[in-house]
């Protein structure tokens, strides 16, 4: 498990260029949570193209591949949701045409300020709760998809 606060999707991909090599062998899945950051850019064909070079990579290892998609803010300018929820259909549909699995953070998170901080941009105790959760569900899911 690798945080990176405050990372854009280049900032990851970099990471991963010199992470990846040296993973052992028994590591069978790539999870990575990225993106919301890159939307305070307001850079959107930007920010699909570095998650297309960041899905490429990625798949290039031979282990499944899951993008956590970006959560909805809170409270904020309606031009910073309407990016994040424009990058997450088109997330959604990229990692369906390139077979990465694709975690729905939108659905889990729109509108429940119960799940955030009083900055409505990072979750709480509760909200956080609430991503592992999804991703177990998700990780899990492959075996029955042809996923992994």
């Not at 090599?21 to 790539?30: A, D, G, N, Q, V």
């Not at 850019?41 to 297309?52: A, I, N, P, W």
């Not at 290892?61 to 970006?70: D, L, N, R, T």
């Not at 699995?101 to 409505?120: A, M, T």
């Amino acid at each position: 498990t690798r945080c990176m606060p405050g990372a854009l999707v280049t900032d990851v991909l970099a990471e991963l260029r010199d992470m990846l090599p040296t993973l052992p062998s028994t590591i069978r899945r790539i999870i990575v949570h990225v993106g919301s950051n890159d939307s305070a850019r307001c850079q959107s064909e930007l920010t699909k193209t570095d998650f297309s070079a960041l899905i490429s990579y990625l798949k290039q290892y031979g282990k499944s591949v899951f993008v956590s998609g970006p959560i909805p803010t809170i409270g904020r300018r309606n031009e910073r949701f309407s990016r994040l929820l424009s990058i997450n259909t088109w997330l959604r549909d990229t990692c369906g045409e390139t077979n990465v699995g694709f975690i729905d953070n939108f659905d889990v998170f729109w509108n429940r300020q119960s799940l955030y901080l009083r900055d409505g941009l990072h979750p709480n105790a509760k909200g956080s709760c609430l991503k592992p959760a999804a991703l177990v569900v998700v990780v899990d899911w492959p075996s029955y998809t042809g996923l992994n």
